[in-house]
């Protein structure tokens, strides 16, 4: 993609996750507006619940991955609230542990909250009642008379926004933004999701209402027409007639993909890359399949996707879609395919669990669980466990199983895949990180990997990546934990610019670790790659903030 044309789209579809990545180029644009679309006004219906004197219909719905029950009773504090007493610490490294209210009266008769689009309410929580920090999320789920769900949200609760409320609480008001329902409810909740944190003693939920507000649409106010581009003209890029890569038998797609990755490196042409372009969109009142189509009429170039997906933590499965059979892997495949049928280059990292702690949990229908969010739990000496001999060796061949039904689908639609796992190993936030394992053993659990998918799962569609985190210093440094020639087709590396502001001098480790990585591609012959890189706000692990951002033209010093 052109720079001029990079100005213009980047500011509007970026969001958390890799950007730039393998050089390559976009199909050619239609020559289209950027799309603008306003809240149509709508004649919502509206509700108010008070808990000066009772609960007002609500009850006690449930809980999920929490151990023992919860009170939950009407109380007096902060002019009438719910008062829900949790005791998270039994489940203080769960990533999810869910307590469910109910509103008990939509059962009796269906509560009508057509065209509403917003659910709020003033959470009260004690900070002295947690020792070990982490975060709160809160759900709304929602079915109609006809039993189909009709809202499934879950957004964090951003405790930075708590405002002081006295005797030591603090308060932080939750707005949700829900689909708007055609019909009424017959099934409505409000949750709230503990996320690693060992809180103890009451939580209280105020003022709740569901209601109709107009909302920003989220996207910037840009006037400007998205210009058609020339596509790459084949004819001029020097393709190898073969490229060695990883697995000798590779499709005679996998093998064209990685010789035309190796051409376009040596263009000025750069890809336009999104993390979860097809499986989180954020502008659901758009029509499009993803946030970038939405915009450009297009799909990014690299389609990324995380094994995340595969265990529900960034994929959801409807009702409808669990009654019918549909799994997650082949539902991430459905959505993927769109846009590898328009040529887009797919890639899969994994955030893969603790599987120490998964072997502790009770099977699931004879399987492991690998539900949940734990890379960054790095207790149990995983990597030496996980390798053959090892207690954790069927654990984790497991989940590369789940990982390769995906694949597999994959394969038999012809789709070539940048397989990375391990990222950021040369950090140590995850348990495969440089403080967990040594240099030996990291390169034998990355070999051991490569074996299993090719030699034993058979599949021949992956193009291999080895992405530590950065700056890197030199080439040297960017050796010490490669795993080798042998295992390895694409050469990158994460690095993310945290609390940007003018005149900081972070593009300077950034320009020094991409001289260091093209420097070891050349001696190595691989593709060289930015496998990750944006922007990281605040301490919630966000990426752009939604608002006060200094460094506005962050991207195109990127670029």
């Excluded at 993609?1 to 100005?7: A, G, Q, Y």
């Excluded at 459905?334 to 899969?348: D, E, H, Y």
Aim: net charge neutral; proline share 6%; hydrophobic share 40%.
């Amino acid at each position: 993609m052109k720079l001029d044309l990079l100005r213009k789209v980047i500011p509007l579809t970026l969001s958390a996750g890799m950007f730039l990545s393998v050089p390559a180029v976009l199909p050619q644009l239609a020559d289209l507006p950027v799309v603008s679309v306003s809240q149509a006004e709508a004649a919502a219906k509206s509700v108010n619940w008070e808990f000066k004197k009772d609960l007002d219909g609500w009850k006690y719905g449930g809980k999920w991955a929490y151990k023992g029950k919860p009170e939950v009773k009407q109380s007096a504090k902060f002019g009438g609230s719910i008062e829900v007493n949790v005791d998270y610490s039994p489940v203080a490294d769960s990533t999810w542990s869910e307590v469910k209210l109910e509103y008990g009266k939509a059962a009796e008769k269906p509560v009508d909250l057509t065209g509403a689009n917003v659910v709020s309410y003033d959470f009260y929580y004690r900070p002295a009642n947690m020792t070990k920090g982490g975060q709160f999320k809160t759900k709304v789920y929602a079915k109609d008379t006809k039993d189909a769900e009709v809202i499934n949200v879950a957004p964090d609760i951003d405790l930075e926004k708590a405002k002081d409320a006295g005797g030591g609480w603090k308060v932080v008001p939750v707005k949700i933004q829900v689909p708007q329902t055609k019909k009424p409810l017959t099934y409505f909740m409000v949750s709230i999701v503990a996320n690693q944190t060992d809180y103890k003693g009451p939580l209280y939920i105020g003022k709740l209402s569901a209601h109709y507000e107009k909302l920003p649409d989220g996207y910037a106010n840009v006037k400007q027409r998205v210009k058609a581009q020339q596509p790459v003209d084949a004819a001029k890029l020097s393709i190898a007639a073969t490229a060695p890569v990883v697995d000798k038998d590779a499709t005679p797609k996998t093998a064209a993909t990685y010789a035309f990755l190796k051409a376009i490196a040596a263009t000025p042409d750069v890809i336009y890359g999104h993390q979860n372009e097809m499986n989180r969109k954020v502008a659901k009142n758009l029509p499009g399949l993803s946030d970038t189509y939405d915009m450009v009429r297009d799909f990014s170039g690299i389609v990324g996707c995380d094994a995340l997906a595969l265990t529900g933590n960034e994929l959801e499965l409807t009702d409808a879609e669990r009654a019918a059979g549909e799994t997650y892997s082949a539902k991430l495949a459905r959505l993927v395919l769109p846009a590898a049928k328009q040529s887009a280059i797919v890639t899969m990292s994994m955030h893969m669990p603790n599987f120490a702690a998964v072997a502790k949990r009770p099977l699931v229908n004879g399987k492991y669980d690998y539900t949940g969010y734990s890379p960054n739990d790095t207790s149990g000496n995983v990597v030496q466990r996980i390798m053959p001999g090892g207690d954790l060796n069927k654990v984790y061949t497991g989940y590369l199983d789940m990982v390769a039904d995906f694949l597999g689908r994959m394969q038999d639609a012809d789709v070539p895949v940048l397989f990375r796992p391990f990222h950021e190993n040369t950090g140590s936030w995850f348990w495969w990180g440089a403080a967990y394992c040594t240099p030996s053993e990291f390169k034998n659990l990355y070999r051991y990997t490569v074996e299993y998918m090719r030699d034993t799962k058979h599949l021949h569609n992956l193009l291999y990546v080895y992405s530590p985190g950065g700056p890197v210093k030199d080439a040297a440094e960017y050796a010490l934990r490669y795993p080798g020639d042998a295992f390895i087709d694409i050469c990158g590396f994460d690095m993310y610019h945290r609390d940007p502001a003018v005149g900081d001098t972070w593009f300077d480790g950034f320009k020094d670790t991409m001289t260091a990585v093209d420097s070891f591609t050349k001696e190595h012959n691989k593709v060289g790659a930015v496998t990750e890189v944006g922007i990281l706000v605040g301490n919630t692990g966000g990426a752009l903030a939604k608002t006060g951002n200094k460094r506005l033209d962050w991207f195109n010093e990127a670029l």
